[in-house]
């Protein structure tokens, strides 16, 4: 089993529409993080998160919300998912200086 | 934000070394990073060096760091067609949060 797994793998949505993908680890770990890859780009944060109480913005935050549900649950939601947020999603824990990423869920917005 | 910057693509024959470059510009990186991302797959983390190490070998991986021109190479010897992936070099700079990620170098062997 995966240690960081998020679902859905893949998912199409429509312009206006709200997602929520999730990520869930049974690392243990307190920090977790939501990327995305975009072709060219590289990765670029998202959002990231220390513990249950701590929220903080990434590189990239408009348009997105996430949520810590526990320590082992961090949801990021489109409140109204836009074209150009077509891309491949991933969530990542960290412990020290390693971060473990999970196999990301590519969402295409129509 | 910090640059990191890598080479789109990469083709070498198999049996060949590859050598997969970085630079960036952050002159506080404390760790640096090679991740491999196959098809349809998350990011795996392939080896790391600390910024006070100038080299760092790993079975066929060599890692080699000049910190002066910041610049980090990742050799593959004997590259097989199983090393076909994207590479990405990533930097952690002194109390950064995050990893800060190149654009990703698509690595292709030719049989």
């Known amino acids: 089993d995966a240690d960081v797994t998020q679902t859905p793998r893949n998912r199409i949505t429509k312009t206006g529409k709200r997602i929520m993908l999730e990520c869930s680890q049974t690392?243990?770990?307190?920090?977790m993080y939501w990327y995305r890859q975009d072709p060219g780009l590289g990765l670029r944060l998202i959002y990231y998160?220390?513990?249950?109480?701590?929220?903080n913005k990434g590189e990239i935050s408009d348009g997105y919300s996430v949520s810590r549900q526990a320590q082992a649950k961090f949801s990021l939601s489109l409140e109204s998912a836009i074209p150009n947020q077509t891309a491949l999603y991933f969530c990542?824990?960290?412990?020290?200086?390693?971060?473990?990423f999970g196999a990301g869920t590519r969402l295409s917005v129509l | 934000g910090e640059d990191v910057e890598q080479s789109l693509f990469l083709s070498v024959r198999e049996g060949d070394s590859s050598v997969i470059n970085c630079t960036y510009t952050?002159?506080?990186?404390?760790?640096l990073y090679w991740y491999k991302q196959e098809p349809g797959a998350g990011l795996q983390l392939l080896t790391y060096?600390?910024?006070?190490?100038d080299m760092k070998q790993d079975q066929r991986l060599t890692v080699l760091l000049n910190k002066k021109d910041k610049h980090l190479s990742l050799r593959i010897a004997d590259t097989q067609t199983g090393d076909s992936a994207i590479y990405f070099c990533?930097?952690?700079?002194?109390?950064?949060?995050?990893?800060?990620f190149g654009t990703g170098t698509r690595l292709t062997v030719i049989p």
């Open positions: 690392k243990g770990h307190d920090r």
């Open positions: 952050d002159s506080s990186s404390t760790y």
């Open positions: 990533a930097e952690r700079g002194t109390g950064a949060n995050n990893l800060f």
């Open positions: 998160s220390f513990d249950v109480k701590d929220i």
């Open positions: 060096i600390f910024s006070n190490m």
């Open positions: 990542a824990t960290s412990e020290g200086y390693i971060q473990y």
